[in-house]
């Protein structure tokens, strides 16, 4: 309605011809964060590129995704055109607002791209690489506070991986969340907490400011460009990455899932498409058919077990 | 180069035809979105993200900033003339505005609304360009215990503030609370009140409360009177244009609502609502004429709306010197730095010195051109309030549903719009204040999440709390303005009582 609304607006506003849409994707979350960019990039590339004449983007936000997938899983059945943007945040709200309806209850497509996690301390600290951080934890787990995104989500299941890994007791981590990543970001700087965790992007021009100091990143090697070890290369083996996917209606026909397939690889495969990673800061991890239904398995298996681990979901 | 210097090569930039086009575009859109309840400038700047794609970063970011200032200008409008605040952050512009407007001073509210904004945004812009670096360290000094203690400073003013009665604003105030306690708590992900209901998930939505309670809840209000209602209202008494005494009451206010707005909006964790709201109370304590607060005294328009158009410039302070976006439009706003491969960021007045200070002198111009778009208008806009009852009314329940709808699409958030738009008629009839509701709804979560962050960091360390200096300044404060009033009663000092006796209870 509103986009529909505003849309035409615009449209008037900017003498823009009006299409029928072909695609519509659902944002499960407010303007501006990563699902919404996601959304609105697959939006402007499918556009650009002829994949599809005309694509809407509407934003349901809410509850860590899980509002907006249970709407889509009951309004969209059986409908080819409807698309929704999701991730590995989804995978946990799903388990800790024990949602009604799961990922079972729609059509992934496939995975599109993904983030590792940075871990960070203000420059002044004493903490000087990630050993000295893991020392401290073991020590006192409480008495080292990790500033990081919302509770349950990927920050704060990379940090109870941490734990579990060097065989700190999960529950006992003294995780703060905080709404956004701007709002952790401020907390760090001001050091009003010991250390900070979330998507490198987040960190990325403080710490080549040097600001912060980037003690470790959480991807299975190190990352082109950015000067960090692993959490693999401390001898915790932690790999854990934020991805976001694409999913379909549930309902489809084999030659419509398949018609779907077709156009997200041609979306990931075309220049524009991995133009927009590059000035995003996105990792190209496309995964799709049974290869990415087999990986989504195991990352729900592994959060249920953390999320146990850390208390939150019983 | 000094910061002069680069000031007039950035208005150079932002003076250029083109540029100059897309901040007009910027101001039009912001206003028309500011003024519809639900709609807001985030909303607007992610739908001209992908059409924006194909302009220069400059212009874009110049048409965005106009859309940001807009939104903050428009929003008072509706609020003033139709009690219908259109952004959260103008809804302590209802409070006087709707007043003087039925009083036939809709002109003069409208008025000190747009000059305070301008002065408010002419100011903070030029402190934006200034004194930047130096608002940040301040900010970054800000964690979760001393965010505590502004709130609670907040509380403290705020309830005195709102109402003739301080136990019925305190009950409003509660009312707030206890409905912000629904949805997922923020600091352990685990579901509060929302009895299983997915669409209580996120907790009850600012906006859709406060249009619910002050547009819903008045229609309805309105239409039980029948015929036997207040006389007709008077759409003009007097000038339109602010009189002289209107000036002389206006200008302070405009100038401690931007003290008080731009520092609280450049805070991390600040937001707009709360600058207006401790700038009414500011001006409600100050004022000369404390028996108007309630019936339209023209300070509490003006304080508020240089405080949230202040806030706005603001919010650029942490966005473009550390790349931290504080509200939802700012963090669409960032997406549009990235799109263009630039990340904002201690580095941006380094790297893109051009693209920065153009951005600033374009707000300086936006600014401008809001005013002159604007002012005309005013007389346009109070012939609103000509328009009979029934239609007016009949317009506003329409406009307030399709924001709510366009803002959440769905059947469950238009019944909350009537539900509580039934609890405001309620509230009004048995004389209840409706605003603490939705300050208790803004400002409850962000206390309760900032004093349980300052116990998790300190491990249950109640003392941290008052350790601080800034905490304990600012609870020092709340404290004097609890106290203070209660002494000075106790010893029964008559003119100081009943003067304190008229603005406070």
Do not use: C
């Not at chain 1, 006992?172 to 050091?191: D, H, P, Q, R, W």
Request: aromatic letters at 8%.
């Amino acid at each position: 309605m509103k986009q529909f609304f505003l849309a035409s607006i615009l449209a008037g506003a900017l003498a823009l011809p009006a299409f029928a849409a072909d695609y519509t994707i659902i944002a499960p979350a407010n303007p501006g964060g990563g699902w919404d960019q996601t959304a609105r990039s697959i939006q402007s590339v499918m556009q650009q590129e002829g994949i599809s004449g005309n694509v809407q983007v509407q934003n349901v936000p809410g509850a860590g995704g899980t509002i907006g997938l249970a709407q889509f899983a009951s309004q969209s059945k059986g409908n080819p055109n409807a698309l929704i943007v999701g991730g590995y945040v989804m995978v946990g709200a799903i388990l800790t607002n024990n949602s009604p309806v799961t990922l079972n209850d729609v059509t992934p497509i496939a995975r599109l791209t993904g983030e590792y996690e940075a871990i960070v301390v203000p420059a002044d600290s004493p903490l000087k690489t990630f050993g000295d951080l893991v020392e401290a934890l073991k020590k006192d787990p409480g008495a080292v506070s990790w500033g990081g995104g919302s509770a349950g989500g990927t920050d704060h299941i990379a940090v109870g991986l941490i734990a579990k890994a060097a065989g700190v007791d999960p529950t006992k981590i003294n995780y703060i969340a905080f709404s956004g990543g701007g709002e952790a970001l401020a907390a760090i700087l001001g050091s009003q907490v010991t250390a900070g965790i979330s998507g490198y992007g987040e960190f990325e021009s403080q710490v080549k400011s040097g600001t912060l100091r980037l003690l470790a990143v959480s991807s299975a090697e190190r990352i082109a460009g950015v000067d960090a070890p692993t959490i693999k290369e401390s001898g915790l083996d932690v790999v854990v990455q934020n991805w976001r996917m694409v999913a379909a209606a549930p309902g489809l026909t084999d030659e419509q899932k398949t018609a779907v397939s077709t156009d997200i690889e041609k979306l990931v495969k075309s220049a524009s498409w991995q133009e927009t990673l590059k000035t995003k800061g996105w990792q190209d991890t496309y995964l799709a058919g049974d290869a990415f239904k087999e990986q989504l398995a195991k990352d729900i298996s592994s959060t249920e077990t953390v999320l146990k681990d850390i208390g939150l979901v019983k | 180069m000094n910061t002069f210097d680069f000031l007039m090569q950035g208005l150079l930039v932002a003076a250029q035809p083109m540029n100059l086009l897309y901040a007009l575009i910027g101001v039009t859109l912001g206003t028309a979105v500011g003024v519809l309840p639900g709609i807001g400038p985030a909303l607007t700047v992610a739908l001209l993200l992908p059409v924006t794609y194909q302009l220069d970063p400059g212009g874009s970011l110049i048409m965005f900033a106009g859309i940001y200032y807009g939104g903050m200008y428009g929003g008072s409008t509706t609020s003033i003339l139709l009690n219908t605040p259109g952004e959260s952050a103008s809804i302590v512009t209802a409070l006087e505005g709707n007043k003087m407007a039925r009083a036939g001073r809709g002109g003069p509210a409208l008025a000190t609304a747009a000059i305070g904004s301008f002065v408010a945004g002419l100011i903070a812009t030029m402190a934006l360009a200034l004194i930047a670096p130096f608002v940040v360290k301040l900010a970054l000094v800000f964690g979760p215990r001393e965010y505590f203690a502004l709130m609670v400073l907040a509380f403290v003013t705020v309830s005195s503030a709102f109402g003739d009665s301080t136990l019925r604003g305190l009950t409003s105030l509660f009312i707030g609370f206890a409905l912000a306690i629904i949805g997922i708590d923020q600091l352990t992900g685990q579901t509060r009140m929302s009895f299983g209901v997915p669409d209580l998930l996120d907790g009850i939505e600012v906006t859709t409360l406060a249009v619910a309670m002050f547009a819903i809840g008045e229609s309805l209000y309105i239409a039980a009177q029948g015929d036997l209602g207040p006389d007709k209202v008077e759409a003009v008494r007097g000038s339109v244009w602010m009189n002289r005494q209107d000036w002389a009451r206006s200008w302070k206010a405009w100038l401690r609502g931007t003290a008080i707005g731009f520092p609280i909006g450049a805070m991390p964790a600040g937001g707009a609502e709360i600058g207006t709201f401790l700038s009414y109370a500011t001006e409600k304590r100050l004022t000369k004429y404390p028996e108007e607060f309630g019936n339209g005294a023209i300070e509490g328009v003006a304080g508020p709306e240089a405080a949230n158009n202040a806030s706005a410039a603001g919010t650029l302070v942490p966005l473009l010197t550390l790349g931290l976006p504080t509200t939802a439009t700012a963090a669409i706003m960032l997406a549009g730095f990235q799109q263009y491969g630039l990340q904002p960021g201690p580095l941006l007045f380094a790297t893109n010195p051009q693209l920065v200070w153009g951005l600033i002198a374009s707000l300086l111009i936006a600014n401008f051109m809001l005013l002159v778009l604007n002012l005309p208008l005013v007389g346009l806009w109070v012939k609103l309030l000509t328009i009979p009852k029934p239609w007016l009314y009949a317009g506003i329940l329409l406009f307030a549903t399709l924001g709510t709808i366009g803002a959440n699409p769905s059947v469950f958030e238009l019944g909350m719009l009537l539900a509580f738009g039934v609890l405001g008629y309620v509230m009004r009839i048995f004389g209840y204040p409706i605003a603490p509701v939705v300050v208790g709804l803004i400002l409850g979560p962000l206390a309760e999440q900032q004093l349980r962050r300052a116990l998790a960091i300190s491990q249950g360390d109640v003392t941290v709390l008052f350790t601080s200096p800034i905490a304990a300044v600012l609870l020092l404060i709340a404290a004097a303005a609890l106290i203070i009033p209660l002494i000075l009663r106790a010893r029964g000092r008559g003119e100081v009582l009943a003067q304190l006796a008229a603005s406070e209870d």
